[in-house]
T-cell receptor, first 114, second 112 residues
C-alpha cells in the first residue's frame, strides 16, 4: 500500500508569493493533518480534517495559511503571501478515525522563502 | 489546555548505557493516549510506541514506556543504547480526537 505522498519535496519561493503544497493520504484514512516543523518550534499543528470536514486549525496560522480537502484522497495547503519566517518543513499525516490511531507521516515539503 | 513537556532538549550517551527520556503531560481528558514518535535524520516521524492503559508497560523495538496517570508521566526507556538509536524523539498526547499535542522533542545522540 502506498503511504502518504507529498509534492513537491522542495519549494523555493520569493517573499510575497503564493505557494500550494499537496498531500495524498493513505487510502482509507479519513483523518488528515498538516504540521509545520522547525528546529525552534518543533511540530506545530496547522490543520486537521476528518472526512473532509475541517475540525481544527492552528489559531496562529489562520491568517495566511489555508488547508483544503478537495476530496477524500487529496489535500492542499496554501500559503499566501509567503514570508521568510515560513521557511520550514511542512508535513502531512493521515490516520484512521479510531481513537488513538497511529498517524502516518509523509516525506514532507521543505519550503525556503527568500 | 493539553500540553506535553519534554525537559531535555539534547541527550548524549555512550553506546551501551541506558536511555531515559522524560515526558510529562497535562490534559483535560481522563483517558488520554500517549505516544512516542521517533524521527531519524532526513526522515519523517514514525510511531515508536503508544499506550492508553495506566501502569501497563508497553514495549517495541527494545524501548519501553509505562503510562502513569498519577504522575502524568510517560518516560521512554531502553536498557542499552545503540548507535542507531540516535534520532529526535517526540512525546505526544491525544484525547477524544486524533489531534496530537507534541512535546518539544529530545535529540538523542549515541556515541561510540
Amino acid at each position: 500500500d502506498a503511504g502518504v505522498t507529498q509534492t513537491p519535496r522542495h519549494e523555493v519561493a520569493e517573499k510575497g508569493q503564493t505557494i500550494i503544497l499537496k498531500c495524498e493520504p493513505v487510502s482509507g484514512h479519513n483523518d488528515l493533518f498538516w504540521y509545520r516543523q522547525t528546529k525552534i518550534q518543533g511540530l506545530e499543528l496547522l490543520s486537521y480534517f476528518r472526512s473532509k470536514s475541517l475540525m481544527e486549525d492552528g489559531g496562529a496560522f489562520k491568517d495566511r495559511f489555508k488547508a483544503e480537502m478537495l476530496n477524500s484522497s487529496f489535500s492542499t495547503l496554501k500559503i499566501q503571501p509567503t514570508e521568510p519566517k515560513d521557511s520550514a518543513v511542512y508535513l502531512c499525516a493521515s490516520s484512521l478515525t479510531r481513537v488513538g490511531a497511529e498517524q502516518f507521516f509523509g516525506p514532507g515539503t521543505r519550503l525556503t522563502v527568500l | 489546555g493539553d500540553s506535553v513537556t519534554q525537559t531535555e532538549g539534547l541527550v548524549t550517551l555512550t553506546e551501551g548505557l541506558p536511555v531515559m527520556l522524560n515526558c510529562t503531560y497535562q490534559t483535560i481528558y481522563s483517558n488520554p493516549f500517549l505516544f512516542w514518535y521517533v524521527q531519524h535524520l532526513n526522515e519523517s516521524p514514525r510511531l515508536l510506541l503508544k499506550s492508553f492503559t495506566d501502569n501497563k508497560r508497553t514495549e517495541h523495538q527494545g524501548f519501553h514506556a509505562t503510562l502513569h496517570k498519577s504522575s502524568s508521566s510517560f518516560h521512554l526507556q531502553k536498557s542499552s543504547a545503540q548507535l542507531s538509536d540516535s534520532a529526535l524523539y517526540y512525546c505526544a498526547l491525544s484525547g477524544n480526537y486524533n489531534v496530537l499535542y507534541f512535546g518539544s522533542g529530545t535529540k538523542l545522540t549515541v556515541e561510540p
